[in-house]
C-alpha cells in the first residue's frame, strides 16, 4: 500500500520535473523581458489577425468601434472583415508602382526583421557626431553595393534623403548654379519618370527650368548654359538600361538607379555616375519608410546636396534609418542572396507569364529586353523588369490606357504621363500577388476574345 | 525507511509544482511569443548596456571591434567606456533645442511607449485610403488638441510633415501667388527663428522673397503684393505669445506653434490661425523622428500643401507616423497629464534656477515672462519657457556670445542669428538635465565672479 503510494508521487514528480524542464526550455531567455513585452505581445496579436491571404492588419489600422483590434486592409479586389470576398468585376489594379512583391519576403523572415524601438531611442536631431546620417546604417549600404556590384562607392559621399524622391530635387538644386542670369536646363529622355518635370516645375527656382526630352538638345552649340540630364537605369516605364545622351563640359547627369539591383535587371559592372540615386523602395519593398541615399563624387556636390537636406527637413527621420538598417542586415545575413533570388524570381515569372499572353496578341505587344551576364549571379540571367511597357498596335487604338480600362477592366498608367505617346501604357509588376494574378486574368480574356488571335 | 523515502519524494514533488507554479505566473503571457521575441530581447540588452546616467546604447550605436554591443553615447561633457568620466573644462552646450529634457519621461514610460516594428509593418506608399496620412494618427492629434485646448481644429484640414521644417516652406509656397509678377514678401519680427530667411532664401523661388522684418512693413501701401508673415508664438528665441505685426487684405499668416504646449508657455486660449503649424520634437521630444503637422482652414492652401509634400517627399515616413502614434497614446491616456506635469515642472525649475543666478549679476539680464492664467492646468502657471533670451549690459560686451564663451565657457547660439544685436545670446533650457546643469554652474561661476555682484 505504501509502496503503490510511493510509486505514484515518484510518477507525479518525474511529470513535474519534465514540466520542470520543459517550461525551462520552452521559455528559454525569454522569461527575463520586462518592458518589451508588451510592445512584443500587441505586434504579434496584431499579425495573428486573419486576413484569409488577401490582406493584413496593421499595428497602426483603423479599429472600429466594438472592436479589439484593427481591420484587415484587403489587397485590390478584395473585401469583408477578413478580405475574403473576391469581387470578380473590380477594375485590376497595374498603375502604381508599390512593391508589394516583396512583401512575403518579410512575412517569411518574421523574426530577423522584427524590430523594438524603445520609447527613448535617438530623440535627439543629430547623432552622437553631429551628423544626421548614421555610420553603422552607411556602413552597411556600402558593404551592400560592394557584395551587389552595382555601384562604386569608394572614396564617394553618401548623403541620405525621404526616399528618391527628394533627393531628385534635391540633386536639381545641388547641380545648378547660383544666382545665373541663365538658370540650368534640366532635361531627360522621353519616356521618363514625371516626377522630374513636376518637382522641376512645382519648385519654380531661379536657378533651373525644365526643358524636356534630351534629344532637343542634342546638337546644342550654346554650352554656357548648365545641362542636367536624369539618366534611369534601368529606365521607368521601359526597363532599358539607359546611359546619358548628352556631352559636354556644361552637362551633369543625375543617376536615378532605384531599379538597378538584381531583382530587375541584370547587374553588367558597377555603376560610376558622379551623382547616382538609390532608395530602399525598389530595394527591400519599403516604400512607406521614405528612405534613399544619393552616392556623390565631389565635394562641393556633396556639401550643397547636404544643405539642402537640412534646411527642407533637417535630414531623414531616425525610425526610418533604424529600419533600414535592420532590413539592410537582414538582406546582408546572406550576401543578398535570399532576397534577391526571392526579388528575381517572382518578377521573372510574372515577365515570362506577361509575355506569354502578349505574344498570342495582335493588339497589344510589350518592349523587349535582352538578357544579360549579371555579375552579381554570374550567369545570364532572364529578362525580369518593374513595369510593361505595353503598346497598342492596332491604328485606332491611340489611347491605350483606355482600350485597356474598356475591354479587359484593367487600370494601367498612360504613355503620355511618361511624355511618350498614349499609345502606349505602363502596367506594374511589381505590386501585390493579387494585383499581378488578376491583371494577367483580365488580360488573358481580352487576348483570348481577339478576333484572329494566336492560339496559345 | 520507505516513509522517509516517500517523504522526500512528496518534498521534491511539492517544491517541483511549486517551480511549475512560479515559471506560469512568472512568463505570464508571454511564453507564447514567437517571432517577436529576438527583437524584443535584442532591445532589452541594448537598454539594459550601463552608461552611468550620462548617457545611452541604441541599437543603432556604432559597434567597435570586439564588442557584443553597442558603445554608450554620453552627454556633452561625459565620457569613457561607460559615461562616467567628467570633464570639467568641456564647454557647457546650450547651443541647440535638442529637446532631451524629456528623456527621463520615456525611459520611466518604457513599457507603455515600446514600439515593435513587424518586418512587413506598411510597406505601401500610401494607406489604405490611398492618402500618405494616418487616419488614427490625425484622429489621436486632433483629440490632443481638443483636450489640452491649444488649437481648433474642428472643421480644419490637417498634413503632415517631416517637423516643422518641411511644413513651414509648404506652407510659404501654398501661400505665394502662382507665376504673379511680384512675388510674395516673407516677414517675421526680430527677434525670429533663422529658418524662416534660410529656406526662403535658399529655394530661390521665383514666387518668394524674404524681405526682413515686419516693422518694414507696417505702414506700406502696396497692397498689390502678397505679404506672408511668420508669427511665432511662444517666440523661439524669447517666448513671448506674439501675435501678427501686419494687416490686410494681402497678409497671410504662417503661424508657428512649435512650442505652444503646456511644457513652455500658459494656455490662455485655442490657437485659431488660418495655418498652423506643430512638431512632435518640442511635444513629445522626438526631435529626431522628424514629424509635425500643420492645421488650414482653408481648402485650396491644406491642397497646395498636400501637393508640395508630396512632390518634395511623397508625405512622412511611416514608420515616423507609427511612432507618433504610440508616443500620443501614451500621452492622451492621462489626458496629457503626465507629461505636461513632467514637462512644466521640469522647465518652471529651470527658469526659475536661471532667475536666481542671474538676478544677482549686474552684467546679465534675461527676458521678463508675465505668468498668465492656463486653460489647461486651470491656474496661473508660472514661467518655463524653452529659452533663456540672455542679454549683456556692460556697454563693451557687445558680444555676449563671445563674452560667456571667454568668461564662462558657455556655448549659447548667437542674437545676430536672431536678426537681434549681438548682444543677446539664446540659452537652451531644454537639453539634457546634465547640460542644464552644467550651464548652470558655469553661469553660477561667472556670476559670482562678478565684481560687485548682488550676494545671493
Known sequence: MIKTRSLKHVLCLVCSIILNIFFLFKVGGEWNLSWSKTAATEAEAVAAIPCSGHGRAYLDGLVLDGNKGPVCECNTCYGGPDCSQFFPDCSANANGGDPLFLEPFWMQHAASSALLVAGWHR??????????????LERHIRKLHDIVGNAATEGRYVVFGAGSTQ??????????????????????????????EMQTDFFQSVDFHFQGDTSFWKNNSDTDTEIIEFVTSP????????????????????????????HFTAIPAPADGDVMIFTLSKLTGH????????????????????????????????????RALKLLK???????????????????KRWEKLNKVISTSKRFSLQKITPKYC???????????AYGWLKCENQEDK?????????????????????????????????????????????????AGEEGARTM
Chains 1, 2 share one sequence.
Open 235 to 262: 529606365n521607368n516605364p521601359d526597363g532599358q538600361l539607359n546611359t546619358a545622351v548628352l556631352h559636354g563640359p556644361n552637362v551633369k547627369e543625375i543617376y536615378d538607379h532605384a531599379y538597378y539591383w538584381p
Open 330 to 348: 537582414v538582406v546582408l545575413a546572406t550576401g543578398g542572396r535570399e532576397i534577391f533570388e526571392f526579388g528575381h524570381e517572382t518578377m521573372r
Open 167 to 196: 533627393l531628385l530635387s534635391a540633386a536639381v538644386y545641388a547641380l545648378s548654379p547660383d544666382n545665373s542670369s541663365s538658370p540650368a536646363r534640366v532635361v531627360a529622355s522621353i519616356p521618363f519618370y514625371p516626377v522630374y
Open 399 to 447: 489611347h491605350c490606357y483606355a482600350v485597356l480600362q474598356a475591354d479587359a477592366n484593367i487600370t494601367g498608367r498612360q504613355g503620355s504621363i511618361f511624355f511618350a505617346e498614349d499609345r502606349y501604357v505602363r502596367l506594374s509588376l511589381i505590386r501585390s500577388q493579387d494585383d499581378f494574378d488578376l491583371l494577367l486574368d483580365k488580360l488573358n480574356g481580352v487576348v
Open 123 to 136: 530623440m535627439s536631431y543629430s547623432y552622437d557626431d553631429q551628423s544626421t546620417i548614421s555610420k553603422e
Open 287 to 322: 516604400a512607406g519608410s521614405r528612405f534613399g541615399w544619393a552616392i556623390i563624387k565631389d565635394k562641393d556636390i556633396y556639401q550643397r546636396m547636404l544643405t539642402y537636406l537640412t534646411l527642407n527637413t533637417l535630414g531623414v527621420s531616425k525610425d526610418s534609418q533604424l
Open 375 to 385: 555579375t552579381y549571379f554570374q550567369q545570364i540571367r532572364g529578362a525580369s523588369p
